[in-house]
């Protein structure tokens, strides 16, 4: 079993800044994807961020390409996603995502609220 642990969240005015974290734990697989995804009100969960544990290959939606920056840990097992220039369209709840044997995101996080403040 693999557990994932995000922290960071809070309330930030637009324009400003907040690092999210993941703590992973338990049997993760080498080469595997750590990611982060974003539920809106209302919206469905979106992908946000991901890298790959093994190479460090990192990709971004189009929405936050140059604003945020996915970055592991390998000694720590975290990902941590920062988040700058933050719009009141990035409030959301940021879920930690990595992925399986099947290369699909089997494992999720409890998930942390980020609010942007116009």
């Known amino acids: 079993q693999v557990q994932l642990v995000e922290s960071g969240g809070g309330l930030v005015q637009a324009g400003g800044s907040l690092r999210l974290s993941c703590a992973v734990s338990?049997?993760?697989?080498?080469?595997?994807?750590t990611g982060w995804f974003r539920q809106a009100p209302g919206k469905d969960r979106e992908f946000v961020a991901q890298?790959?544990?093994?190479?460090?290959?990192?990709n971004y939606a189009r929405s936050v390409k140059g604003r945020f920056t996915i970055s592991k840990d390998n000694a720590k097992n975290t990902v941590n996603l920062q988040m700058t220039s933050l719009e009141p369209e990035d409030t959301a709840v940021y879920y930690c995502?990595?992925?399986?044997?099947?290369?699909?995101?089997?494992?999720w996080g409890q998930g942390t609220q980020v609010i942007v403040s116009s």
């Open positions: 995502t990595t992925t399986g044997l099947t290369g699909s995101y089997d494992y």
């Open positions: 890298t790959r544990w093994s190479s460090g290959d990192t």
């Open positions: 338990g049997r993760t697989i080498r080469n595997s994807v």
